[in-house]
């Protein structure tokens, strides 16, 4: 496992002129990050006490320690929001932290190299697998399903996949 600090969300701007945020949250149930907090920058600079005050569209708003103006909210657009691992709960055996399966490599059912995972893509159906590799003349988007990918094995860093069929047409 690679970080012991986990994104579980971001922050989307200033929601009104108190201090409150927009707040994207990317736990599975979106109102469950409240349960998480305190929340940390990246750097672990900053710390979060953190209140949900509503759902606004594509998110929640709430209120955030040491926020209180319209100005503070807007600076921090786009700033992750993360947790320590130990705070999250354990996932079952065929479930995983986006974070853990960014940089695996990435092999077919015959052993041969296909490329690495670049980020864990959700355009709303499902996951989605970006591949960067070395026969690639572009990424290739590999759906991260228990066909496609019949095995992840974090400890050896990596996952064998079987892509459906010309899905990676350029890889050697």
Known sequence: MKSDLICVGAIGGAYGVQGEVRLKSFTSEPTAIAE???????????????????????????????????????????????????????????????????????????????????????HGASDLLEIDGPGLKTTALLPFTRAAVPTVDLAAGKIIADPPEGLLPDAP
């Open 36 to 122: 998480y907090a305190p929340l940390y920058t990246e750097d672990q600079t900053r710390e979060f006490d953190l209140v949900l005050t509503g759902r606004v569209k594509k998110g929640l708003s709430a209120r955030m320690s040491g926020i209180v103006s319209k100005e503070e909210a807007d600076a921090l657009k786009g700033t992750d929001l993360f947790v320590p691992r130990d705070r999250l709960p354990s996932l079952p055996d065929d479930e995983f932290y986006h974070t853990d399966l960014v940089g695996l490599t990435v092999y077919d059912t015959g052993g041969a190299l296909l490329g690495e995972v670049r980020s864990v893509q959700n």
